[in-house]
């Protein structure tokens, strides 16, 4: 806060803008009724002490932005950290619902062979016959002669099926 000049301090004591405006009139009418250099020399200081006032008043009013400003920046904050704090516990009791879920569902964890087995369809414990009947279909159906437009493709699916029976059948043996 700034010092304020003395003068200042009992003009901005006085309370509301009327009287303000009546002092100021009858600060004017009695320079009227003064001789002329006494008026133009009282005038001069009543002049220096206006802007001396204006300047403190400007400067009032600046704090009072600055300060106003610094709240509503503050009460942006609060109000951001309680939203970030409303979003954490949702966070917690989203991540506590999901161990929840883990642990209720009772997944068994899948063996290499069953996850193999999984991804061809066919059960770990499905027949050798089953086996070959699938391989069939499987190059039958993912066969790039079969699927002229997406030839790169259908070769890479084709591939990684053969892969994958190949595999059963390594492990079977």
């Known amino acids: 806060m700034t010092a304020l000049h003395p003068i200042a301090i009992r003009i901005l004591s006085v309370p509301g803008w009327r ?3 009546w002092l100021l009139v009858i600060i004017t009418v009695t320079l009227a009724c003064l001789p002329l250099p ?17 300047e403190t008043i400007a400067v009032m009013i600046r704090e009072q932005h600055q300060a106003q400003r610094r709240l509503e920046v503050d009460r942006d904050l609060r109000e951001q950290a309680v939203l970030l704090a409303k979003r954490d516990a949702q ?29 061809v369809g066919l059960h770990p414990g499905a027949p050798d016959f089953l086996l070959i009947a699938a391989r ?37 043996s």
């Open 38 to 54: 006494i008026a133009g020399l009282v005038l001069w200081i009543v002049g220096l002490l206006g802007m001396t006032l204006m």
């Open 91 to 119: 966070i917690a009791a989203l991540k506590a619902d999901l161990v929840r879920a883990h642990s209720a569902s009772n997944v068994r964890s899948e063996t290499p062979e069953q996850c193999l087995h999984r991804k």
């Open 136 to 172: 069939r279909a499987y190059r039958m159906a993912l066969h790039p002669d079969r699927h002229a437009r997406h030839a790169r493709q259908a070769h890479k699916r084709y591939l990684q099926a053969e892969a994958v029976f190949d595999e059963i059948e390594r492990m079977r």
């Open 19 to 21: 009287l303000r405006v």
